[in-house]
């Protein structure tokens, strides 16, 4: 059996180290857990993968806790959730106060404009390989525009999006076909039953206890963060622009710039890219009622983001082996990934048309809302950067991190030229 002390060294090593999204962190963990160590067999990882995928929220920190409770239980699930998500978010904590004390100076904010316009690289980046991997039938493409043409044109919310697609994916998959897995040892009911009624309360009694005391701002954030979490499906590209149209548009938490700068400066941060969620939190508390409320709602967006990751994998987990095998639940989150992928679209769209444009109105026609810049208001220093960061990264093929730095002083030196 490994020893605690050593499964804490191994998961903090692939804490830090978990750069540039889920891909590199899931070949960090493959590496350290399977190549150097062998305390995953190949056949398992994988296997442990394609269960994650199937489940709501970041499918690399839901791996590492799997792997983690596939070591030794949920003793180990929780060490191995843990390191993965906390060094990010002390890294978040930082940036938040240095972005709440310095991000409305000038040059400051000029240098954020190199940041957005990697953005926009980033999620284009993301597009074109989540498209090789998923648009491999002409009814993938039908379902990725269909979802872009939803929430681009007529405004649908994502969770309807995603359970449109998920039903019919699950209902026009065939039956037949499933994959012959050796069964574990049926798990009693009751086992389920205790674990769902440790971690629900666990997971809502903060939002509801924040509700009954009337705290309406946590109230309302932590409801919002709790929906998120169940419909995190596709990573976090896929529900940046629901959460830019709740906490932008809907509550006015923050405005689209923020938010823009909250994605890009989330990529430079290790852990799972869904550690946006703490970013919007704490600089929506910060804005609201200062430090205190900001700290608070940062511990809010943790919680409800990241306890049901806990949830799934240790209800889930005993019966990878039935789910990873069924069909039809195939069928529902190869649906689910090709919607994704519009909605991905509509998210590089509507990044592009903020950073690039000074306006833009909406046209309205019926039941269809269509957001079109003005052309007259292109900033031709964001246009350069975009052009600069799309090279660099899908291109030249330069490290993120690099292409991060080198777009913000870029920004800085147009500014101050």
Known sequence: MIPYTQLFHVFWRIGILSFG????????????????????????????????????GPEAMQLATYAGWKLRG???????GLLFVLPGAFVIAGLVAVYAIYGDVPGVQAAFLGIKAAVIAIVLQALARLSQKTLKQPID????????????AFNLPFPLIVLIAG???FWSSPTSGQTEVEQPAPTRWHAGLKTCLIWLPLWLGPVVFLTLTGQTFLADMGWFFVKLAVVTFGGAYAVLAYMSQTVVDQYGWISTGQMIDALGLAETTPGPLILVTQFVAMLAGYLNQGIALAITAGLLALWTTFVPCFLWIFLAAPHLERITSHARLSGALRAITAAVVGVILNLSVWFSINVLFENSTNVNAGPVTLSVPDWSSLNLTSALLTIASIVSLMVLKLRLEVVLLVMLLAAWLAHSI
């Open 167 to 169: 039903l019919w994916g």
């Open 21 to 56: 999204g889920p891909a590199a962190q899931i070949s960090v963990m493959h590496k350290e857990l399977v190549e150097d160590r062998q305390w995953l067999n190949e056949e398992a990882f994988l296997r442990a993968l394609s269960f994650c995928m199937l489940l709501p």
């Open 141 to 152: 493409a039908i379902l990725a525009g269909s979802a872009f043409v939803g929430i681009f």
């Open 74 to 80: 949920v003793a180990g699930g929780l060490i191995a």
